[in-house]
């Protein structure tokens, strides 16, 4: 493939990634946070799927392109700021999504996108908590969000707290998408991506190797909800951060229902492939 060829399928995939990424925001927009700060987004996999098709630029870029898109358009149903976007959504979509395709790259296996989409889920996702409520800080009159009323009016171990529930939602949102969304989606595409001769860079490693690096991953989420349910982060989203029993239960169940398949689905898959191959 020429560089010219490579450099403009490089410009398409950034540009077809924004333009997913902008429509799945869209779907979702109408699940925020339960803190009304945020959406719900399941769109997360479209950046995955070019950070390993095109690299962790291809990612970030789209990624970052996509959501600040995505909040422009809302914004004229009410629904989202691009302001904030432009603050928070873009700078945590890009180093998230950048860091997910320079170590998928490195590692290029189903066993590492585990922990590859936890870790930089966790590391965008925090960017994107910590930068809103400092938006919202300073930023933003308290007589005309309730939300920045709330952030104003407590310590910063409350706004330090409210980052963290922010990003325990969404991590907890996100990476099942990521880490069991994916593969299929790879696999579902394949016939398109050959193709265009893009090599997909994601092995199945042998069964047990999978299950050492899922095993650990689903002990890291049930951590997770251990904080959520049974330390005293528990009474602070209960009563700080307005966090209803259903919501926080749902928390729970989503962490151990992800780490529960963790255990099980990618050393079966792995031992399936391979005894087929």
Do not use: D
């Amino acid at each position: 493939m020429t560089t010219f060829k490579r450099r403009s399928l490089t410009v398409s995939m950034i540009a077809i990634c924004a333009a997913l990424y902008t429509a799945s925001i869209a779907t979702t927009s109408l699940i925020p946070t339960p803190w009304g700060v945020g959406q719900f987004r399941w769109g997360v996999i479209f950046p995955a799927l070019f950070a390993l098709l095109g690299g962790p630029w291809v990612a970030g870029i789209g990624a970052a392109i996509g959501t600040w898109l995505g909040s422009y358009i809302l914004m004229f149903y009410g629904l989202s700021n691009p302001i904030l976007s432009l603050f928070a959504g873009v700078p945590a979509n890009f180093i998230g999504f950048f860091l997910f395709g320079y170590l998928i790259q490195k590692y290029k296996n189903w066993g590492s996108l585990i922990w590859i989409a936890l870790l930089t889920l966790f590391i965008g996702n925090f960017i994107a908590a910590f930068n809103t409520v400092l938006f919202y800080t300073y930023f933003v009159n308290p007589a005309l969000s309730k939300f920045a009323f709330f952030i104003q009016s407590n310590e910063w171990s409350i706004r330090l707290l409210t980052v963290i529930g922010l990003m325990l939602f969404w991590l907890l949102t996100m990476f099942p998408i990521v880490a069991f969304g994916l593969p299929p989606l790879i696999r579902a595409i394949s016939p398109i991506i050959k193709i265009y001769q893009i090599e997909i860079p994601l092995s199945i490693e042998r069964p047990k190797i999978t299950l050492t690096k899922s095993v650990i991953t689903g002990f890291m989420i049930l951590l997770i909800a251990f904080l959520i349910y049974y330390t005293p982060l528990s009474s602070v989203l209960k009563i700080v951060l307005r966090l209803g029993a259903l919501e926080q239960a749902n928390l729970l169940y989503l962490a151990l229902f992800t780490a529960g398949a963790l255990f099980v689905a990618p050393y079966v898959v792995s031992k399936r492939i391979h005894k087929t191959s």
